[in-house]
């Protein structure tokens, strides 16, 4: 049988038709082949286009379509040694032919996609985190930021300068000859008073100097230099401490004063009057649980113009049982050295 093979060469499929005359007359629809016969026919089909033989079986297929995640969406093509047609054409001789497991194409152009997809990944990424970044620094919003740019990208936006800080956080500076001051008096019984002077944080929580009562802080009219701080308990304290602390005033100091919780239980007349004399329009009426700050000082000739007062009602209470806090900010003229 392979002789006639052998010398017939490069006969093609018509004389292969004729050698095995089986194969020739085999039906279409006829896959069992036995025998010579289905030898005959495997060499037959190596030879024939690969669009002729998709989809059989075994060594009778030029392409095998393989079903795994790993050649899924590829076109691979290469050769294959078939050993049925090397028996068929003698020994010494083998046939070649081609394979191809074909493909939609989808996975080269995932191949394409992969490098930019990666820019627009690192791209987002960095301005997500510019964004949680500006948030959480306190400069403009990041969204706004980014909307501004994108509106306008040939004009970036500048970053816009930061509202100029006075002294004590003024809204403006105070003019020459004068200091610079805040007073924030304590809320309820929670939060404590504050006095602030030329920038310096005279009482506060913070320094612990702080409590409840009245909070006071004695300062040079001249120079702005502290001169001493304390608080007085005036609900379950001695109001004596407090005398001992604001009668022996030189002329010219001047008075800060903030209250926390209760001012005013354990006031008596003498430290209403010496407080009226260092300016206060309403020590005279203070009463338990006011809010009240007041700046005066010793040998004031009028009422001073730096005090706020709240009286404590249970209708118009801001929280349960306490009016709500002041705050009280100013600039206080400078004293000359002749009135030392």
């Known amino acids: 049988m392979a002789g006639p093979l052998s010398r017939g060469g490069g006969g093609g499929p018509r004389s292969l038709a004729r050698a095995f005359p089986a194969a020739a007359r085999s039906e279409p629809g006829n896959r069992r082949l036995p025998g010579p016969d289905a030898a005959s026919a ?12 998709q989809g059989l079986p075994g060594p009778l297929g030029l392409a095998r379509r393989r079903k795994d995640s790993s050649s899924k969406g590829m076109s691979l093509k290469g050769t294959c040694d078939l050993p049925a047609a090397e028996s068929l054409s003698g020994p010494g001789t083998r046939v070649q032919t081609h394979w191809v497991l074909a493909g939609s194409g989808h996975w080269q152009g995932n191949m394409r996609l992969a490098g930019p997809l990666r820019v627009v990944i690192i791209i987002l990424t960095a301005g997500l985190t510019w964004i949680l970044v500006s948030i959480l620094l306190g400069t403009q ?3 706004s930021r980014l909307q501004q740019l994108l509106n306008n990208p040939e004009n970036p936006p500048s970053s816009e300068p930061r509202p100029k800080k006075y002294k004590c956080g003024l809204p403006q500076a105070c003019p020459d000859q004068t200091f610079a001051f805040r007073i924030t008096s304590g809320a309820a019984n929670v939060i404590g008073p504050k006095i602030c002077l030329e920038d310096k944080m005279l009482m506060s929580s913070v320094k612990n100097n702080v409590g409840r009562g009245l909070n006071i802080a004695l300062v040079n009219g001249v120079n702005g230099e502290l001169i001493d701080a304390k608080f007085f308990d005036m609900w379950a304290g001695d109001v004596n401490e ?12 001047l008075v800060f004063v903030a209250s926390y919780d209760d001012p005013a239980t354990k006031m008596n007349d003498e430290t209403r009057r010496i407080f009226t004399e260092l300016g206060s329009s309403v020590a005279k009426e203070l009463a338990f649980r ?6 005066g000082a010793k040998g004031v000739q009028d009422k001073s113009p730096f005090e706020q007062h709240v009286k404590n009602s249970k209708s118009a209470n801001k929280y349960e049982g306490w009016p709500e ?10 004293r000359t050295a002749e009135v030392q």
């Open 42 to 53: 495997s060499l037959l089909l190596s030879l024939s286009p690969p669009r002729r033989t």
């Open 141 to 143: 919003s990041g969204f």
């Open 242 to 253: 407090l005398l001992k602390f604001i009668r022996p005033l030189h002329e010219g100091t």
């Open 290 to 295: 006011d809010s009240w700050v007041f700046v």
């Open 325 to 334: 806090a002041l705050e009280m900010e100013g600039c206080i003229p400078q």
